[in-house]
């Protein structure tokens, strides 16, 4: 009888080890800045998020895909937000969406951590580690951070000082800043 119960505990908690809760986006902001070569002169804008689908495994985010939909880029200044979006940068027509995907889980608890994925801008998907900070709002959680992108290893060379070495004022800062904010929730479902 012992071995019964000991059993029908050791089963019961893998199965609640082993169950799965998708996560819901309430909220998203996604900014950007991007700077000249060799002044101080800066352009920040946003975008939108396009979808995501996030799923918690015990207290491990096992899956976090994020994308983003390049058809919003925005900015105050139309010119150059006419100019991201065509093929000397993100040719958003034929390349509509950014994605981030998580490679390796992550733990669900406040604190900062390093989180690994794959960003793919223009079909070209390369290994990122951005620094992800964690918190609690109420029974939700909010995840931030930000990280530089170099879009030259995206193909995105227009102007770069590493390709065009005598641009001078006309440089164009290799790196990018990405900055976001999402605040996930369980639709329902209590979170630890």
Not at 63 to 81: E, F, G, P, R, V
Not at 96 to 125: N, R, Y
Not at 145 to 153: N, P, S
Request: with cysteine; hydrophobic share 45%; charged share 20%.
């Amino acid at each position: 009888m012992k071995n019964i119960i000991v059993f029908l505990f050791l089963l019961c908690s893998c199965t609640l080890m082993g169950q799965s809760s998708t996560l819901e986006v309430l909220t998203s902001e996604i900014n950007w800045k991007g700077k000249a070569a060799f002044n101080a002169y800066s352009l920040a804008g946003t975008l939108q998020l396009k979808k995501s689908e996030f799923v918690l495994k015990g207290e491990s985010l096992s899956t976090a895909t994020i994308t983003m939909d390049m058809k919003t880029i925005a900015s105050d200044n139309k010119q150059l937000i006419k100019h991201l979006k065509s093929k000397d940068f993100f040719e958003v027509k034929r390349f509509p969406e950014a994605t981030f995907s998580l490679s390796e889980a992550v733990t669900l608890v406040a604190g900062e951590q390093l989180v690994e994925g794959m960003l793919t801008v223009k079909s070209i998907s390369l290994p990122i580690s951005i620094p992800l900070v964690i918190t609690k709002k109420g029974e939700n959680w909010v995840m931030s951070g930000t990280v530089m992108v170099d879009r030259t290893k995206y193909g995105i060379k227009f102007n770069s000082p590493t390709y065009f070495e005598k641009l001078k004022e006309q440089a164009i800062a290799d790196e990018f800043e990405l900055a976001f904010a999402l605040e996930l929730t369980a639709g329902g479902q209590l979170l630890k």
